[in-house]
C-alpha cells in the first residue's frame, strides 16, 4: 500500500502538470516534473518506494527513451508486489512507446507479459487496448 501522504502529493503534482501541459507553461511543468522527480528519487528502495510514483513520472517524461526506462522501473517496483494492476498498465504503456520508437519485438514482448498480468484485473478496458495492440503488431 502506498503511503496516503505520498499518493496525494503524485496524484495532485499530477494534475497541475496535466493543467500545465494544456496552458503550455514550460517553467512551471519543469518545476513540477522536478518535483515529482525528487519524490521518485527520495523514496527510491525505502519502504515508500510504489511504483505509481514512477509510472506517473514516466508518464510525463518527453523524451520517449527515458519514459521508457521510468516505466522499466516502475515494471520491476510492480513486480515485486506482484501487482497484477500495476504490471499490465505499465507494460501496456510501455509497449505504446516501444511501439513508437519502431522496437516491435520488445513491444510485443510487453503486451504478452501484459495480457498474461491483465488474465487477473477488473479494467476490462485494458485487456480490450492490450489485446488489440498485440494482434495489430503480431498481423503487421
Known amino acids: ?4 501522504k505520498i ?12 493543467e500545465t501541459a494544456h496552458t503550455e507553461d514550460i517553467e512551471t511543468f519543469n518545476s513540477l516534473y522536478l518535483e515529482l522527480k525528487t519524490i521518485c528519487i527520495d523514496n527510491e528502495n525505502t519502504d515508500k518506494d510504489r511504483p505509481a510514483q514512477w509510472e506517473t513520472l514516466a508518464d510525463f517524461t518527453e523524451n520517449l527513451e527515458e519514459a521508457v526506462a521510468g516505466y522499466e522501473k516502475a515494471l520491476e517496483k510492480s513486480i515485486a508486489i506482484n501487482s497484477k494492476d500495476y504490471m499490465s498498465s505499465i507494460a501496456f504503456s510501455m509497449a505504446t512507446l516501444q511501439v ?14 501484459a495480457k498474461i498480468s491483465a488474465n487477473k484485473i477488473e479494467d476490462k478496458e485494458l485487456k480490450v487496448e492490450i489485446d488489440e495492440l498485440l494482434e495489430r503488431l503480431l498481423d503487421a
Request: a neutral charge; glycine letters at 6%.
Open 1 to 4: 500500500m502506498m503511503n496516503t
Open 7 to 18: 499518493y496525494k502529493s503524485v496524484f495532485n503534482i499530477a494534475g497541475e502538470l496535466m
Open 100 to 113: 513508437e520508437l519502431g522496437k516491435t519485438e520488445a513491444a510485443i514482448k510487453n503486451l504478452k507479459d
